[in-house]
């Protein structure tokens, strides 16, 4: 089984969106280079650089219901890898995109295992906020990738959504410093 | 007036202490090298040669009670600089070290105003937490030094405080991977 990754764009005091879900400017970088890298995004081509590849390894995305009903799930089109598990309590929605490859579990260490055997040894990536933080905690993730925008938020949704003990990380093995984001990727400590 | 920098070691998502204001892994950066940098610290190489200048540099450090009541306000020797400003509504304590060049003000923005008076052209240093929050929320602060430190605390005392509304930094000028401890450094955007 490949590494389970969480991942998310984030701020420097560690939040994801605010209260309301607006990511305002964490989501700048994606759109403030000339490198087309997909899902309508064009970054630097330093960011370019390490995006690409960690996508590309991508087989399988992990995501809260939230998000889903958020994008109303990418209209069935992942915007990395090609398969999706859904944590949530609620089913799939009736007649929604019948050919897309979401899977709708209702428990976070049992999507990352349903997601481990549909990457085979590709990556799986864990959204992080409430799923990914859960799966922390459950000693499910391998690595931590943070993209750091220059911005204080103050108050909103957490990266590591609901963790509340200490969990210590590896040195980081990626600093790499793009245009307004700053990408850290950190190994869990076993 | 020299530059105003809010600093504290922290975690990466956001904490400078747990609850009960254990640092725990936190500072284990401050002693697992084999340079001495003064205040019974030995650091690494790396981070020497960027916390040495950075200290020299400080002429005044500005800090909360609960920092002083913490350290007995390090026994009228502060830890960088030769002054120090506490943000405090008590007057300083009856007896306490006489000869230490220490004030007590009980309003964060003339803390600040008191130690650029007294830093000359120095660097002033406000500790992250509830003050430099307070300080970076009146837009009284030039940079913010952060020394992240692979770990995950989930819950504690926040860097930024009571800060609840979004500020832009600017691209960080300082990235330095030390041993347990990655530097960053930020100009606040104006």
């Given at each position: 089984?490949?590494s389970v990754v969480m991942h998310n764009v984030v701020s420097v005091d ?177």
């Amino acid at each position: 089984m490949g590494s389970v990754v969480m991942h998310n764009v984030v701020s420097v005091d560690g939040f994801i969106a605010d209260a309301d879900d607006e990511v305002g400017p964490l989501f700048e970088w994606y759109g403030n280079g000339d490198v087309e890298i997909g899902a309508g995004c064009t970054v630097s081509k330093t960011s370019a650089a390490y995006v690409q590849p960690m996508w590309a390894d991508l087989g399988v995305l992990v995501i809260g219901r939230h998000l889903f009903d958020l994008t109303n799930g990418w209209e069935g089109s992942p915007p990395a890898g090609e398969h999706v598990v859904v944590v949530s309590h609620r089913p799939r929605p009736e007649g929604w995109h019948p050919e897309a490859s979401y899977f709708f579990v209702d428990d976070v260490a049992r999507a990352v295992a349903k997601a481990g055997e549909l990457a085979g040894d590709r990556t799986v990536g864990v959204a992080a906020g409430d799923v990914g933080g859960q799966a922390l905690a459950l000693g499910l993730v391998d690595e931590v990738a943070m993209d750091v925008v220059p911005v204080v938020f103050g108050s909103g949704k957490r990266y590591f959504g609901p963790v509340d003990s200490q969990h210590l990380l590896e040195d980081p093995h990626v600093v790499v410093q793009g245009d307004r984001v700053l990408h850290l990727r950190y190994k869990v400590r076993r």
